[in-house]
């Protein structure tokens, strides 16, 4: 039974910076993708964040690019989003999610290609 249960959502002021963390059990392919989504508030969709694969590569969508950083604790088997210099537009649920596929890096924020999601930790920059 995969779980991944988030954390480290705050309410910070805008400059601020926080780290959320994605905590997955019961997930043990060699090969896969990972990656943070978040819904903005009032929004329908999840918008793709940060992407990673287990060979390294990372995907960053276009409004966090520069500010944000994803990596991995393969030894804990965590998976952590670094937020730096947070603005009001990046408030809203976020999510991890994983998928035991390699998907090409330029797929990373594809949100339907993922098959096991968090349930979500907020984020509020006001």
């Known amino acids: 039974h995969v779980q991944l249960v988030e954390s480290g959502g705050d309410s910070v002021q805008p400059g601020g910076s926080l780290r959320l963390s994605c905590a997955v059990e019961?997930?043990?392919?060699?090969?896969?993708?990972m990656a943070w989504f978040r819904r903005g508030t009032g929004r329908r969709a999840r918008e793709g964040v940060a992407g990673f694969r287990n060979d390294g590569q990372t995907s960053y969508g276009d409004s966090v690019q520069g500010r944000f950083v994803i990596s991995r604790d393969s030894a804990q088997n965590i998976l952590y989003l670094q937020m730096n210099d947070l603005r009001p537009e990046d408030s809203g649920m976020y999510y991890c999610a994983a998928d035991a596929q390699y998907w090409p890096s330029t797929s990373l924020l594809r949100e339907n290609l993922y098959a096991y999601w968090g349930q979500g930790t907020q984020v509020t920059v006001s």
């Open positions: 019961g997930f043990t392919s060699r090969s896969f993708s």
